[in-house]
């Protein structure tokens, strides 16, 4: 079965731009979370989505959204992206979202110039 | 809310050598997980470990939830356990996994 998959991998945006960052969760899981890692620094938590339905929010400002389609893929999109917002971008998927295991893709590396 | 706390931030050994890495959080949870992050960012699952002991071929962990800390042990370490060692937890009451900061463990061969 395949993974946790993110897309793109890497990318490049200039400051103002917007992003959207795609996730496919493991095949039967319904939760998907989205984390930023800074270099230097652990994931921080962005959003949680367990059945299309927005659980959890971090402390991030409005210009990150996310949503979550009934596939159960998810999409995390940042507007007016700056400098700041350089990072790696990493989805997790699990069963449930909560007390379970959680996987991580291989992220989304975004840099901001 | 949440605060967790790895120690040590940083080690180095050389291969063959044994370590304890520790994670201790600030109230009850009901997810500890312990992550291996390699040098191109993808972060591997250890362990799912909220309480009691469970073993890895040379990898062990133990997480006493009443005292609230946990142990990753790495036993006769090899230059492919280098990189950054997360333990993550998760509160009942709140649908976010909090990370700690860390530990950087770097084996020389």
């Known amino acids: 079965d395949a993974g946790v998959t993110q897309s793109p991998t890497h990318l490049i945006k200039t400051r103002g731009q917007h992003v959207t960052l795609r996730c496919s969760p493991i095949?039967?899981?319904?939760?998907v979370s989205w984390y930023q890692q800074v270099l230097g620094q652990g994931p921080q938590f962005i959003f949680q989505y367990y059945e299309k339905e927005e659980r959890g929010r971090g402390n991030f400002p409005d210009r990150f959204s996310a949503r979550q389609f009934p596939n159960y893929s998810s999409e995390l999109n940042v507007n007016a992206l700056l400098l700041g917002d350089s990072a790696l971008y990493l989805c997790?998927?699990?069963?449930?979202?909560?007390?379970?295991?959680?996987?991580f893709g291989e992220g989304s590396w975004l840099t901001v110039v | 809310g949440i605060q967790v706390e790895q120690s040590p931030p940083d080690l180095i050994l050389q291969e063959g050598a044994n370590s304890t890495l520790r994670c201790n959080f600030s109230d009850s949870v009901n997810n500890l997980q312990w992550f291996h992050q390699n040098p191109w960012g993808q972060l591997i699952n250890l362990f799912y470990i909220p309480s009691g002991t469970k073993q890895n071929g040379r990898l062990s962990a133990t997480t006493v939830a009443t005292e609230r800390y946990s142990l990753l042990y790495i036993s006769s370490s090899q230059t492919t356990d280098s990189g950054v060692y997360f333990c993550?937890?998760?509160?009942?009451?709140?649908?976010?996994?909090?990370f700690g900061s860390g530990t950087r463990l770097s084996i020389r061969p």
């Open positions: 095949s039967g899981h319904k939760s």
């Open positions: 997790a998927s699990s069963l449930t979202g909560s007390g379970n295991t959680i996987y």
């Open positions: 993550a937890v998760e509160r009942s009451s709140a649908s976010k996994i909090i």
